[in-house]
């Protein structure tokens, strides 16, 4: 079922997207990704969110938002609005959804861990749902001989047979067979595309596999975008922060978007631990990425061993829980602030939701309950990992308002695997959630929510 187009992200379209039906010329007006980060933050720091753009009283917000854009730019942007209504129309015909990041179904995996830098907008076609899995990220050169591509489909089978969704590009060589093999053994595939969605999603090979909803298919592009080189890097920090873990089964050394993608996640964002593949012979590219700390993949033979490699904890991950909260804000505590981290104030339902969007305005204070009078919660003690769960626990317990895996409020909450299930084994033990069978997950006790 195609999302319904809500207001928000009919806004953020007009803004920044070309808006071609098939053949057609992009608007030079559109506002680049930098521009709207710019544009989205000062909406929120006035109080308002996208959708106020084009509703009645859209004049005087216009005025508003001069000193970030110009006015007269952005009535050219938002007038597009029978071009909106006839693209939309065609990518309804095709099955191809549209999600924005002021949208409550936009991934959370990617709010957690790209935050205001995650894509303004997702194209994509399949299981919306898919894109929460986690899973394996493969990802390698385009050009590969047999034996490297029968290695990769020996992956994907691998990781279907164990659960596990497979996270790739789409590209041709590795990305393909990856996603090949797991499709074949039955398992479920998101792939992150840079190009060419639309034209992708109505291959007949894909067709079924969407609509059965073994297959997503999700890029931050026009559907009708075609093959370019910035896009094709800059979608590599989606899959990785699609994932759980990641495997490089080939690369180039210092050079392309397979070295580019891993080096940036190996030395910048640190999402998910870097496997290379082992060799026998010289590759300078997985020898070069393996200096810059990827582990070497064990070549694991059977799902036991596979679900091994998914234990394997960064080692900045643990750290990073104890700083603060950076996570749930755009720019953490302000080294001047006197006020404990422990003290700081429940998030709301909406702005856990979006996670770290910058699209929706700030919950006011009074509509929250502050962390000391949440009823039924035990008080902080005075240590520091005291002090830290105490602010965490109201915060996972209005998360698991509805059913969430281990894996899933890592990512909602930006934080290993191994964090977030001792912290719910914890709250387990202390009856605030309970884990359940059907569906599989955690969940909170309602007796227990906010008194």
């Not at 001989?145 to 992956?155: G, K, P, R």
């Not at 899959?239 to 070295?259: E, H, M, P, R």
């Not at 990512?411 to 884990?435: M, T, Y």
Request: glycine share 8%; with cysteine.
């Amino acid at each position: 079922m195609t999302p319904v187009l809500s207001p928000n992200t009919q806004a953020i379209l007009l803004l920044t997207a070309p808006l071609i039906a098939g053949r057609g010329t992009a608007s030079s007006d559109l506002l680049s990704p930098g521009e709207y980060k710019r544009l989205a933050r000062h909406l929120r720091e006035i109080q308002r969110q996208p959708s106020d753009l084009i509703s009645s009283g859209a004049a005087e917000i216009l005025r508003a938002c001069q000193p970030v854009i110009d006015e007269s730019r952005l009535q050219r942007l938002l007038g597009r609005g029978f071009l909106l209504s006839q693209v939309v129309e065609h990518w309804q015909a095709r099955a191809i959804w549209v999600v924005s990041r002021a949208d409550a179904e936009y991934p959370r995996r990617l709010k957690a861990r790209l935050r205001e830098d995650s894509p303004a907008v997702l194209y994509g076609c399949g299981d919306m749902s898919l894109l929460e899995s986690g899973g394996l990220a493969v990802v390698g050169s385009r050009h590969v001989d047999e034996s490297l591509i029968n290695y990769t489909m020996a992956v994907g089978r691998l990781a279907a047979q164990a659960g596990r969704a497979l996270v790739s590009g789409g590209a041709k060589g590795i990305d393909q067979a990856a996603m090949r093999g797991a499709l074949e053994a039955g398992g479920k595939v998101c792939g992150v595309l840079a190009d060419s969605l639309e034209k992708t999603t109505m291959n007949r090979e894909h067709r079924n596999l969407l609509l059965d909803g073994q297959l997503v298919l999700v890029s931050p592009y026009d559907p009708n975008a075609g093959f370019n080189v910035g896009h094709a890097m800059q979608r590599n920090k989606l899959i990785y922060a699609l994932a759980d873990t990641s495997l490089v089964v080939s690369a180039d050394f210092n050079k392309g978007g397979t070295w580019a993608g891993a080096v940036e996640q190996l030395d910048k964002l640190k999402f998910v631990p870097v496997f290379v593949r082992p060799t026998s012979d010289s590759s300078v590219g997985l020898e070069g990425l393996r200096k810059k700390g990827a582990r070497l993949w064990p070549n694991p033979q059977d799902v036991d061993s596979f679900e091994a490699v998914f234990n394997v904890v960064m080692p900045t991950q643990a750290a990073a829980t104890q700083v603060g909260f950076a996570l749930f804000s755009n720019d953490g505590p302000s080294p001047t602030d006197s006020k404990p981290t422990a003290s700081l104030d429940v998030i709301s339902d909406v702005q856990l939701a979006v996670a770290t969007s910058e699209e929706l305005p700030p919950v006011k204070p009074e509509c929250v309950a502050p962390m000391e009078e949440a009823k039924g919660s035990p008080q902080p003690e005075s240590t520091p990992a005291e002090m830290l769960f105490a602010a965490v626990r109201p915060v996972i317990q209005q998360l698991l308002n509805a059913p969430m895996k281990d894996v899933e409020v890592a990512a909602a909450l930006d934080i290993s695997n191994a964090q977030a299930k001792a912290w719910l084994q914890r709250l387990v033990d202390e009856g605030l959630i309970e884990k359940q069978k059907n569906p599989l997950g955690y969940i909170a006790k309602q007796s227990n929510l906010f008194g």
